[in-house]
T-cell receptor, first 115, second 113 residues
Framework: AQKITQTQPGMFVQEKEAVTLDCTYD???????LFWYKQPSSGEMIFLIY??????QNATEGRYSLNFQKARKSANLVISASQLGDSAMYFC????????????FGSGTKLNVKP | DVKVTQSSRYLVKRTGEKVFLECVQD?????MFWYRQDPGLGLRLIYF???????EKGDIPEGYSVSREKKERFSLILESASTNQTSMYLC????????????FGPGTRLLVL
């Protein structure tokens, strides 16, 4: 079974609007971490935001926030006030406590921000 | 700033050649990783290393080997390159701990003809 599922291969959003990128995960561990990365066309993966499974508050980092719904096993990334520079691939990843050297990555979502 | 560098951004090799991809990190991280990225498949782990001379297989180790003789350097070796190894290769490093992110290099786009 897929550990991380990103069901949106590609998305468009108008500049200055908010956009939600979906991520669901599968684990039987109680303790795990969820990560989002951005990959511009240059290729380098950039860490955006982290959410721990025991964190009570949704994580936020500037214009990025994570809509964490533990019971539904979803960890959606919300980008507010989209900018042209947000156009990139976005990957959701998970790390489990007892196997924490291994990251599981989703297949990614290509976001295009339209002017 | 954490810096992870990879020896080449682009590489073109012929089938059967031995290929070395080098990765260096400057943050004294214990763990280093090699991933392969293909469209629609996300990142797949080839090998990782949690200490000097220590390595573990990831999900797709076949056709690859690795070497970690020094803490800062992790090499990926394609013993006999094949066309199905044409891909983007990403190196990453990171400290130990479930909350710790990985830090990625810029990637190497390898084309095997």
């Amino acid at each position: 079974a897929q550990k991380i599922t990103q069901t949106q291969p590609g998305m468009f959003v108008q500049e200055k609007e908010a956009v939600t990128l979906d991520c669901t995960y599968d684990t039987s561990d109680q303790s795990y971490g969820l990560f989002w990365y951005k990959q511009p066309s240059s290729g380098e993966m950039i860490f955006l935001i982290y959410q721990g499974s025991y964190d009570e508050q949704n994580a936020t980092e500037g214009r990025y926030s994570l809509n964490f719904q533990k019971a539904r096993k979803s960890a959606n990334l919300v980008i507010s006030a989209s900018q042209l520079g947000d156009s990139a691939m976005y990957f959701c990843a998970m790390r489990e406590l007892y196997n924490f050297n291994k990251f599981y990555f989703g297949s990614g979502t290509k976001l295009n921000v339209k002017p | 700033d954490v810096k992870v560098t990879q020896s080449s951004r682009y590489l073109v090799k012929r089938t059967g050649e031995k290929v070395f991809l080098e990765c260096v990190q400057d943050m004294d991280h214990e763990n280093m990783f090699w991933y392969r990225q293909d469209p629609g498949l996300g990142l797949r782990l080839i090998y990782f290393s949690y200490d000097v001379k220590m390595k573990e297989k990831g999900d797709i180790p076949e056709g690859y080997s690795v070497s970690r003789e020094k803490k800062e350097r992790f090499s990926l070796i394609l013993e006999s390159a094949s066309t199905n190894q044409t891909s983007m290769y990403l190196c990453a490093s990171g400290p130990t701990g479930p909350k710790e992110t990985q830090y990625f290099g810029p990637g190497t786009r390898l084309l095997v003809l």
